[in-house]
């Protein structure tokens, strides 16, 4: 008679945009979207060990490179190039450089089915279920606009103001077509 085997839980922790972004040292904008932009050196990489996150996220790399393994896959971003990565997707950060800056753009799926049906069709981001997490390299033009509008959607997230909602659904729905034009022209 054989004994099963009891399975045990994945020693791969599960973290929340709150715990990311405080980690980060940076405040929470909202439960379900938020923007991160670095403007300092990074002094220690804040997660040292193999993680996962529920949510949706685009990383832009502003200056400097940053080496990760994406589901056990080595991945260098560098310089004017941008990843996204689905949720379950498991990071390891595993070095960078010094003068790495960074953009990141974290959503959750709550916000896209409840804020952002209106606007968008999601039959046209087939990269928000691709299980290859491919990368970018991105003109300085195409950087900016992307910039510009995480800066938008940062601002108008950590203040109050009229037509607030609208602006924050409008601009996220400007990124999610703008990169899935370029995802599908590259791929």
């Known amino acids: 008679m054989h004994q099963k085997k009891q399975l045990s839980e994945s020693p791969i ?3 929340t945009i709150r715990e990311i972004i405080e980690a980060l040292g940076d405040s929470l904008q909202s439960g379900d979207l938020h923007v991160y932009i670095s403007h300092d050196k990074f002094e220690d990489i804040p997660f040292t060990y193999p993680f ?3 949510n949706y996220g685009f990383l832009i790399v502003r200056k400097g490179s940053i080496k990760i393994l994406l589901n056990l896959i080595s991945s260098t971003v560098t310089k004017n190039e941008i990843i996204f990565v689905t949720p379950q997707t498991v990071l390891h950060l595993q070095e960078y450089s010094e003068n790495l ?3 990141a753009l974290s959503f959750s799926t709550d916000f896209i089915l409840k ?3 209106k606007i968008i069709e999601i039959e046209s981001f087939n990269f928000l279920v691709n299980q290859r997490i491919p990368k ?3 003109s300085l033009k195409d950087i900016n606009l ?4 995480f800066q938008i959607i940062k601002d108008k997230n950590s203040h109050k103001l009229f037509f607030k909602e609208e602006i924050i659904v409008n601009a996220f729905g400007l ?3 703008y ?3 370029k995802f599908r022209g590259t791929y």
Do not use: C, G, P, Q
């Open 175 to 177: 990124i999610m077509y």
């Open 146 to 149: 992307f910039l510009d509008l």
């Open 52 to 54: 996962r996150t529920d």
């Open 101 to 103: 800056e960074i953009a």
């Open 136 to 138: 970018l390299k991105l």
């Open 13 to 15: 922790i599960k973290h």
């Open 179 to 181: 990169y899935a034009s």
């Open 115 to 117: 804020k952002t049906y």
